[in-house]
């Protein structure tokens, strides 16, 4: 049996596993388009060398096929290290390392990463462009409410994404959800009182220091994003915005393709009185 030659992992193999990790899984596509490597031949030589020595794993998937269907997460040789880079506990850095997603979770967790390679790579558009983003695990928000009886009630906010926008100057944040219409209109509704009650806390100038945030929601048919939309009231403290994944592909996601209650034209993300101010 060949023992792989040791290997000397650089900065930008590290930051490679940090982001497996936080994504769960990824493509060669993805990695290249996130400016891991400079060019397929490179990539490859690169990922087979950390599968040779247990830092990355893959496997194929024949639901998922995008330039190559082979799919990347990390191998358990990187736990230790990825738990102490991300901060994250041993244990849970174990199960990502050896759980195998399911078809839906997988299609779920790939086009999320698809949607983060989107806003990131678009560059500046008209003044706009997004810097930060933060992966389900990432912005996750487990809190406690101080209730009159003086007890303490548990909260959890389970975005998909959370991304930071810059225009002109200004951020703001932006949660994403990835819709793929297997999810209870009576499970969504709950989703959608759970930002309610974030804003309504004051949690997210909290931990973000910024005054408000907006939700994203990308859905499958024109259908679900009309029962999706009319299970927000009015008058809720959060901007909630939809569209399809079918409208996402045809132009940038920064563009004129947001629906909102109450407003019957598609609206672009930022408005160009905000951009030009």
């Given at each position: 049996?060949?023992?792989?030659?040791?290997?000397?992992?650089?900065?930008r193999?590290?930051?490679l596993?940090?982001?497996?990790?936080?994504?769960r899984?990824?493509?060669?596509?993805?990695l290249?388009?996130?400016?891991?490597?400079p060019?397929?031949?490179?990539?490859?030589?690169?990922?087979r060398?950390?599968?040779?020595?247990?830092?990355?794993?893959?496997?194929?998937?024949?639901?998922?096929?995008?330039?190559?269907?082979?799919?990347?997460?990390?191998?358990?040789?990187?736990t230790?290290?990825?738990?102490?880079?991300?901060?994250?506990?041993l244990?849970?850095?174990?199960?990502?390392?050896?759980d195998?997603?399911?078809?839906?979770?997988?299609?779920?967790?790939?086009?999320l990463?698809?949607?983060?390679?989107?806003?990131?790579?678009t560059?500046?558009?008209?003044?706009?462009?997004?810097?930060?983003?933060?992966?389900?695990?990432?912005?996750?928000?487990?809190?406690?409410v101080r209730?009159?009886?003086?007890?303490w009630?548990?909260?959890?906010?389970?975005?998909?994404?959370?991304?930071?926008?810059?225009?002109?100057?200004r951020?703001?944040?932006?949660?994403?959800?990835?819709?793929?219409?297997?999810?209870s209109?009576?499970?969504?509704?709950?989703k959608?009182?759970?930002?309610?009650?974030?804003?309504?806390?004051?949690?997210?100038?909290?931990?973000?220091?910024?005054?408000?945030?907006?939700?994203?929601?990308?859905?499958?048919?024109?259908?679900?994003?009309r029962?999706l939309?009319?299970?927000?009231?009015?008058?809720s403290?959060?901007?909630f915005?939809?569209?399809t994944?079918?409208?996402?592909?045809?132009?940038?996601?920064?563009?004129?393709m947001?629906r909102?209650?109450n407003?019957?034209?598609?609206?672009?993300?930022?408005?160009d009185?905000?951009?030009?101010?």
């Amino acid at each position: 049996m060949n023992t792989p030659n040791r290997l000397i992992l650089t900065k930008r193999d590290r930051e490679l596993l940090t982001e497996l990790f936080w994504n769960r899984a990824m493509t060669r596509n993805h990695l290249l388009r996130l400016g891991f490597f400079p060019s397929v031949s490179r990539c490859n030589t690169r990922l087979r060398q950390l599968i040779a020595h247990g830092l990355v794993r893959s496997h194929e998937s024949l639901l998922y096929a995008h330039g190559s269907n082979r799919v990347f997460g990390i191998g358990t040789g990187a736990t230790s290290l990825v738990s102490e880079a991300c901060e994250a506990a041993l244990n849970e850095v174990r199960r990502v390392a050896s759980d195998a997603l399911s078809p839906l979770s997988l299609e779920h967790t790939l086009r999320l990463v698809d949607l983060k390679v989107a806003f990131l790579t678009t560059g500046e558009y008209a003044g706009i462009n997004v810097e930060t983003w933060l992966a389900e695990a990432q912005c996750r928000h487990q809190y406690s409410v101080r209730q009159r009886d003086g007890s303490w009630r548990e909260h959890i906010l389970k975005p998909d994404a959370l991304g930071f926008l810059h225009v002109s100057g200004r951020e703001h944040g932006l949660f994403l959800e990835l819709d793929l219409g297997n999810v209870s209109q009576e499970k969504f509704a709950a989703k959608i009182a759970s930002y309610e009650r974030y804003a309504e806390h004051g949690m997210f100038e909290r931990t973000y220091e910024l005054p408000s945030f907006q939700v994203l929601t990308l859905t499958t048919s024109e259908t679900r994003l009309r029962n999706l939309m009319a299970l927000v009231k009015s008058g809720s403290p959060v901007r909630f915005r939809f569209t399809t994944h079918e409208e996402a592909r045809k132009a940038t996601l920064f563009g004129a393709m947001w629906r909102e209650p109450n407003i019957p034209e598609p609206q672009p993300l930022v408005a160009d009185s905000e951009v030009r101010s």
